[in-house]
């Protein structure tokens, strides 16, 4: 009876899974829940990599030379349709009227190219956003899986194809609902609220896919994200606002369209460390996150 009492020999234990700390050789301990202040910080230590900084640069140069030459065959047509726009709607003489009772007339030729930044940088966002899940996210999830779990065994079953496409869908949704809510944006708060919840959504569904495309199974993916979907809208929604931030650089007036280019390129590359940042930030959240679940299922190696 004793015998059958007495506690299991060490060699009858279950072996625990452990994390490697960011120097890739500190045991932590059996993996716990993850959350998401921890992955921050980790995040946050990883950025100061080499490795890191020079990944941000092919986002900056492809996205630069695209929207450089965007930008140089399409600006001036861009500018001389939104000025007719304004000169021929109801509102827009409205507007030149304030303007001119306020002696505030110079304001006049500043108005069409401010719109067109305007809606440019959603596009430039857009952009960033999509370079980077497609050139940095898988590398920088390599770099977290080496480093923190090497055990972690890929099990990816889908096509490449299947990311992209994912993607794809979820811009356009992001757009449509953009679209359909734009006459909320003029009753406050929804103008403080509408634009972070679709811009966190979106940079959720993207980054939290393409995190576990090349390392879960379907049903893993749909798994993560339903188990954890509160938190991961939360880090969408800080990320986005992150990632909006460098557009405050278009905030200083006449001198940001005078020097359009330049300050084009410089939130470009502020856009790319941000979305590096939420990329690992991501990484160091749902691969623990995986490996957990697989410990759960039995299936983790």
């Known amino acids: 009876m004793l015998h059958a009492m007495s506690a299991p020999h060490a060699s009858e234990l279950p072996e625990p899974i452990r994390l490697n700390g960011p120097e890739g ?20 230590l990883y950025c100061l990599f080499p490795r890191v900084m020079a990944l941000s640069l092919l986002p ?14 399409t600006w001036e047509p861009a500018v001389s349709a939104v000025r007719l726009f304004l000169e021929q709607g109801g509102w827009g ?3 030149f009227e304030a303007f001119d009772r306020f002696g505030l007339g110079a304001l006049r030729a500043l108005m069409a190219p401010v719109l067109v930044v305007i809606l440019a940088v959603p596009v430039v966002l857009v952009a960033c956003l999509l370079l980077v ?3 940095m996210t898988p590398a920088m999830v390599k770099l977290v899986q080496s480093r923190r779990l090497p055990a972690l065994l890929s099990l990816a079953q889908s096509p490449w194809w299947r990311s992209l496409s994912w993607s794809l ?6 757009v449509l609902a953009f679209v359909a809510t734009l006459p909320l944006w003029l ?5 403080l609220v509408l634009p972070p919840l679709v811009w966190g959504w979106l940079t959720y569904r ?5 995190t576990l495309a090349d390392w879960a199974t379907p049903s893993e993916i749909r798994e993560l994200l339903q188990t954890h979907r509160k938190p991961l809208l939360f880090m969408g ?6 990632g909006a931030a460098p557009s405050a650089l278009w905030a200083v007036g006449a001198l940001a369209l005078a020097f359009a280019p330049f300050i084009l390129l410089l939130s470009i590359w502020l856009y790319t460390l941000a979305f590096a940042l939420a990329s690992l930030w991501f990484a160091h959240f749902l691969l623990p996150a995986l490996m957990q679940l697989r410990a759960q299922q039995g299936t983790s190696s």
Do not use: E, N, Y
């Open 206 to 210: 993207v980054l939290a896919f393409d």
């Open 169 to 174: 869908w979820s811009t356009l949704l992001a």
């Open 25 to 44: 050789g500190l045991p932590l301990g059996p993996v716990s829940s993850p959350h998401w202040a921890d992955a921050l910080w980790r995040a946050l």
């Open 187 to 191: 009753l406050p708060p929804f103008p």
């Open 60 to 73: 900056l140069v492809l996205s630069g030379v695209f929207l450089g030459l965007l930008a140089w065959l």
């Open 93 to 95: 003489q409205t507007v």
């Open 133 to 135: 899940a497609s050139f």
């Open 237 to 242: 929604i800080a990320s986005g606002l992150l």
